[in-house]
């Protein structure tokens, strides 16, 4: 599949990029502090979404094949080429989060990105996210706490999902 | 023969040591290679990177926390209310040891090339399509901008009486739309500029992979910590 994408949709993807590589580090700010003050799981039903709206964002803008996984994926890049403590772990989370978006809009055959295609390409990344997770994290976690972050992120994911789609039809 | 460690193998190698930091599911490979890596990134970045090393060292108190909070196993210690568990402490061990990898990954990295080396090499060495290099050069360009918009727009929450860090989806939507709708003006005059400029007509320079000796003794190491992956 060939993916035509003139050079303004590339310097739009590279404003998501930039745009979610500087929201991902501000990101965390949030996330601890409302983990001091709800816990992990309010933590992940308000913030983890976050992370996985870059997809969505470009899906809604550009509305081509590979939208969605480029502009997670190069939103995962920038924020790994910034010297922080998780390294290149943000490229493979993103690439991930990524391919689980474009899997959504692909199964539509990339005719609708419409608030609901948004908010699954939103949720479907917990998924790999979670996983990852369960990876890095199984020794200190035990499954039945992954299970409800896991429903938790792929609400918030929903939730940020429609945002980022709301947003982007806002100010297209 | 180059002195200076080829940007695509730093970047590979900061790969691989982030895909052992998930893969790697016995405890000794998993202390040898943090071990190993920590301390060469220790030396490369110390003096440069302190502030990663601090918020590294806060972040394990943070896992110390989750580790005593949820791990199970048998009791080994009760103070008052406070049971740590034996799961606890293998956990916590076995978390900060994955931890340090992906830290030594980026200190090692940082330490010796920087990301526009990065993208120049991975262009026209590895052939990474000139359309990627471009999104992510511009990408790294606009980002210390969107850093101050965001300070910009926090300023102006605050003087509306506002949270300047949202913590709700109605608050981030607040905070996303002045971002992405001064971003995109941006975007589209950088990309008609770009085109102006013949970029579409460009060609990328492909020149053959430069290996030094720190390029030999990377793919060593790489060497090494398959091994001993393999040995357990």
Avoid: H
């Avoid at chain 1, 200190?140 to 939730?159: C, D, K, N």
């Avoid at chain 2, 040591?17 to 040898?32: M, S």
């Avoid at chain 2, 060495?125 to 790294?140: I, R």
Wanted: hydrophobic share 55%; glycine share 8%; net charge positive.
């Amino acid at each position: 599949m060939k993916l035509n994408y003139t050079t303004v949709d590339l310097a739009i993807l590279a404003v998501v990029a930039a745009l979610f590589g500087a929201i991902f580090a501000f990101a965390w700010t949030p996330y601890y502090a409302i983990k001091a003050i709800g816990g992990k799981p309010v933590a992940v039903l308000l913030t983890y979404g976050i992370w996985y709206m870059a997809a969505p964002l470009a899906a809604t803008l550009l509305k081509k094949p590979g939208s969605a996984i480029l502009g997670e994926t190069l939103a995962g890049l920038v924020e790994s080429l910034i010297p922080q403590i998780g390294g290149f772990s943000s490229l493979i989370y993103a690439f991930f989060q990524g391919l689980f978006s474009e899997i959504v809009y692909a199964i539509g055959k990339y005719k609708n990105f419409g608030g609901l295609q948004a908010a699954l390409a939103g949720a479907v990344p917990a998924l790999p996210s979670i996983l990852l997770d369960i990876f890095l994290w199984g020794s200190v976690y035990p499954p039945e706490v992954f299970v409800i972050l896991l429903v938790l992120a792929m609400i918030s994911g929903a939730i940020y999902g429609f945002i980022a789609y709301s947003v982007a039809e806002r100010v297209r | 023969m180059r002195n200076k460690a080829n940007p695509s193998v730093l970047f590979l190698y900061g790969l691989f040591l982030t895909i052992l930091a998930f893969a790697l599911r016995k405890i000794e490979p998993l202390i040898f290679s943090a071990l190993l890596n920590m301390s060469i990134g220790l030396i490369l970045g110390f003096k440069r990177f302190r502030f990663l090393i601090a918020a590294f060292l806060l972040s394990l108190v943070g896992v110390a926390v989750n580790a005593i909070i949820f791990a199970g196993g048998e009791p080994i210690y009760q103070l008052g209310p406070l049971i740590i568990r034996s799961k606890a402490i293998t956990g916590f061990i076995e978390v900060s040891l994955r931890l340090a990898l992906m830290l030594s990954a980026t200190l090692i990295f940082s330490s010796l090339t920087n990301p526009r080396d990065l993208l120049r090499s991975l262009e026209s060495e590895l052939g990474l399509p000139k359309q990627v290099s471009f999104t992510v050069s511009l990408s790294l360009r606009l980002l210390r901008i969107f850093e101050a918009d965001i300070r910009e727009v926090q300023a102006v929450r605050k003087s509306r009486g506002l949270r300047t860090i949202p913590l709700t989806p109605s608050g981030w939507s607040s905070f996303l739309s002045p971002l992405l709708s001064i971003g995109l003006e941006r975007g589209r005059w950088i990309g008609i500029a770009a085109e102006l400029r013949g970029f579409s007509l460009r060609k990328s320079k492909k020149t053959c992979l430069k290996l030094g000796l720190l390029d030999f003794l990377i793919f060593t190491l790489i060497l090494v910590q398959i091994i001993v992956f393999l040995m357990f």
